[in-house]
């Protein structure tokens, strides 16, 4: 176990390193210049900042100043926002980001099972039939349609909810249902297909012939054994969040670092871009291993082993 | 009371002489592979449905290349701009020309004087740009990613999982590390590195994609062909002495083929969706060119008054997506009857 864990936190750092270069030299590749008025700056001026931001040094040096400058969390100045450090810009805007990612996985998830499970109970019938379609159309619809469409009928039209900006949780339900529509559908698929299989299995028919109430079937034995594989599912979960945040936060002006990165894409901001792409990665890399972990914890039968995959 | 029956050879009737031997004949055809699945595919009204909506969005979006091309599509008419939906005949409010402002029905057409005989059936945007054409080049667009993610997902993808699993090893250690390393960064970012290293554009987005997309692929076929390998056919042929590329495309691939099929009818709408999502936030398609995204973002911005330019963008992408998930849910039953419900 323990030989496995330092293999995969191996993996991890080295897979973070490739990603911390390859970052870096690609932001060297990139066209254009971080300052936008460059024509009307003096050759004086523009060596005073090239000296300010470090890079009138050789590539190299950058490249071994920016990976010391990571190991201890300094991800170097951002151009755009008049010097801040990405570090703390990050920091002021992980919080929105954050609670937007926990709050849209819940709903998904938790909606997605409750969905899934009626389906497969009703299997056949067309309670199923309508979950199915509707799952199929959630998982089509672009969230940022899905996000457009919102805001304009029930935050416009009836002003249910705020139509933008950031504040108390009523700022956050119609983002929340954007961003969670995707993995909600993907649970409710999910837990329908693993929920039919154990509904069809011997222990079920016990606990049928025991007489215990369908409810409790379903809670006790049916859901809990379907729920386990559904750990999987967290890793690309996550990922379809952050990809989500971006143009979710944007159309909802959520001060959040999806919104920062889109931003910083757009101004040729390479020390933000660089040091988002590094919290991304990170926090993947990072959720991949807890959900290896615990898929092993909870699922005896799955052996974390250092052989293989 | 005895009789005798007299019996003549005249008074049987010979059967057919086949018919006894037919006992034994299985009535059904023999069906082959992927004969049995397109049967079951049949089946699935929901993806035929999809099946045929492809083909035909396919068939308009690439018939259209000699009436919409750079030149139709640069071309503006300010005079006719941010017209509705119009089609001669219909009487139906909003697609006769006419568009609620401020809670009334307004005949745009008129208060803009525009000729009587001259109409858009899917209006137009703030430039005067026929609607309907710019949706047919978007969906162009769409169908064009699409077919590379393919493409890419059915070379790369599937000579990398083969080679990885068939040398296994220290080989495909390493080749898996890779994986590793490629898949733990969103794809997301490596699409927007992509774009800003390269220039936007249909290329850019096209690199990324084919870089980002494979490795789902990659991994299904790797994992299949360790289960293959181990297989008395492939053993015979090895024994043989048949060249490890020949069985790999003799044997493997053909085994292979549910998985390669399924798996990529789920990178596609992965695909479309990537590309609307980068054109949406403004680092994919720009113009003159146009997408479902940039036409989505545009719609985007006047959906409170001219809500068909949203609208008719993002039907289209949902149908399309829509499509392309059924065919896939289809085609998974059809060619893997087991995970079926």
């Given amino acids: 176990m323990r030989k496995y864990l330092l293999k995969r936190v191996f993996y991890m750092i080295l897979t973070l390193f490739l990603v911390a270069t390859i970052t870096f030299f690609l932001m060297k590749l990139m066209p254009g210049t971080p300052y936008s008025n460059q024509q009307k700056m003096t050759a004086q001026q523009i060596q005073i900042m090239n000296e300010q931001y470090g890079l009138n040094k050789p590539m190299w040096m950058q490249y071994l100043i920016y990976l010391g400058g990571m190991l201890h969390g300094d991800l170097g100045v951002s151009f755009q926002f008049s010097n801040q450090p990405v570090s703390y810009l990050i920091a002021s805007r992980i919080g929105a980001s954050a609670q937007l990612g926990i709050q849209a996985m819940i709903f998904g998830v938790v909606l997605g099972i409750i969905i899934g499970s009626i389906a497969a109970v009703h299997r056949n019938t067309w309670i199923d039939t309508l979950c199915t379609v509707l799952s199929i159309i959630g998982k089509s619809v672009p969230n940022f349609v899905l996000a457009v469409l919102l805001q304009f009928y029930i935050a416009l039209k009836l002003g249910w909810f705020p139509i933008a900006d950031w504040g108390n949780f009523s700022y956050t339900v119609l983002p929340t249902i954007a961003l969670g529509v995707g993995p909600l559908a993907e649970t409710a698929r999910f837990i329908r297909t693993g929920m039919v299989d154990v509904l069809n299995s011997d222990y079920i028919e016990l606990a049928k012939a025991k007489g215990l109430s369908r409810y409790g079937i379903v809670y006790h034995h049916a859901l809990r054994n379907s729920l386990i594989p559904l750990v999987t599912l967290i890793g690309p979960y996550t990922v379809a969040l952050m990809t989500g945040s971006m143009v979710i936060e944007n159309i909802f002006s959520i001060p959040g670092i999806g919104e920062q990165f889109v931003k910083s894409i757009l101004t040729n901001d390479y020390p933000t871009i660089m040091g988002v792409t590094m919290l991304f990665s990170a926090g993947l890399v990072a959720i991949i291993l807890i959900t290896d972990i615990i898929y092993g914890m909870i699922d005896p039968r799955i052996r974390l082993s250092g052989s293989g995959d | ?341």
């Fill in chain 2, 1 to 341: 009371m005895e009789e005798k029956i007299k019996l003549s050879p005249e008074s049987f009737e010979a059967l057919p002489k086949a018919a006894e031997l037919d006992n034994e004949k299985i009535a059904a055809p023999s069906l082959t592979f992927v004969q049995d699945a397109w049967r079951r595919l049949k089946m699935n009204k929901g993806a035929l449905i999809s099946l045929f909506v492809i083909i035909l969005m396919m068939v308009v979006a690439f018939g259209s290349t000699p009436f919409i091309n750079h030149d139709s599509l640069v071309k503006s008419a300010p005079q006719y701009a941010n017209l509705p939906a119009k089609i001669p005949g219909v009487p139906i409010n909003g697609l006769n020309g006419k568009l609620k402002v401020s809670g009334e029905w307004v005949d745009e057409y008129k208060q803009n004087n525009v000729p009587n005989n001259k109409y858009f059936v899917l209006g137009t945007d703030y430039l005067g740009h026929s609607l309907a054409q710019r949706i047919i080049y978007g969906t162009k667009i769409s169908l064009i990613v699409a077919l590379v993610a393919t493409f890419f997902d059915l070379t790369l993808g599937v000579a990398y999982g083969i080679i990885s699993g068939w040398r296994g090893g220290r080989v495909d250690n390493v080749m898996q590390r890779i994986i590793e390393v490629i898949s733990s960064v969103p794809s997301l970012v490596i699409v927007v590195l992509m774009l800003i290293v390269l220039k936007p554009g249909m290329t850019s987005i096209i690199a990324a994609i084919a870089i980002s997309s494979w490795t789902t692929m990659a991994r299904m076929i790797r994992a299949e062909t360790l289960q293959l390998k181990s297989q008395e056919y492939v053993l015979a042929a090895r024994t043989l002495g048949e060249s490890p590329w020949k069985i790999a495309w003799k044997h493997l691939v053909p085994n292979l083929s549910s998985i390669i099929i399924i798996q990529t009818m789920y990178t596609i709408p992965t695909a479309i969706f990537f590309e609307a999502f980068l054109s949406f936030i403004g680092i994919g398609i720009s113009a003159p060119q146009t997408s479902l995204g940039v036409l989505l973002n545009d719609g985007q911005k006047n959906f409170q008054f001219l809500p068909y330019q949203m609208w008719y963008p993002a039907i289209v992408l949902c149908v399309l997506m829509i499509a392309f998930n059924l065919l896939g849910d289809g085609l998974r039953d059809a060619f893997d009857p087991k995970t079926r419900r």
